[in-house]
Structures are given as C-alpha cells and as structure tokens.
C-alpha cells in the first residue's frame, strides 16, 4: 500500500512544526558583519582564512576557490 501525504505550509511552519530552533537573528547578524567587512575592505589574507572555515574539504575547497577568484580575475 502506498499513501501520498501532501502538506502546504511555510517554511517557518515547517520549521516550528519540527520543533527546530528560529536562527534568523543569528543570520541577520552574520550577514550584517559579512557586508561591514566587505565595504570596510578586506585583505586578501582574511578572505582566505574565511575560505578555510568554508571549505568542506579542507585544502581541496580552498583550492577550488583559489582558482575560481584567480578565473575571475582574468
């Protein structure tokens, strides 16, 4: 037997019908911090360091995005 359940809701919905915690101040903050730096300048030795923290695979995620950057710079 098979059975299709289909539930329209929000995604704030889903999230408190899961009981899951609302991160939209954290986000809001971080998002404001992120554009502070970027339109105060920044170094490229910070923006490396941010694409470590980012990187899901280590040294291969900087690699990647080392070589996107230096693309784009062409």
Known sequence: MKVNVEIECTPEEARRAMGLPDLTPIHERYTQLMLETME????????????????????????FWRRLFETAQR
Do not use: F, H, K, L
């Open 40 to 63: 105060s300048g920044i170094a490229p030795e910070m923006m490396e360091s941010m694409m470590r923290n980012w990187a899901p695979m280590g040294e291969a995620g900087v690699t």
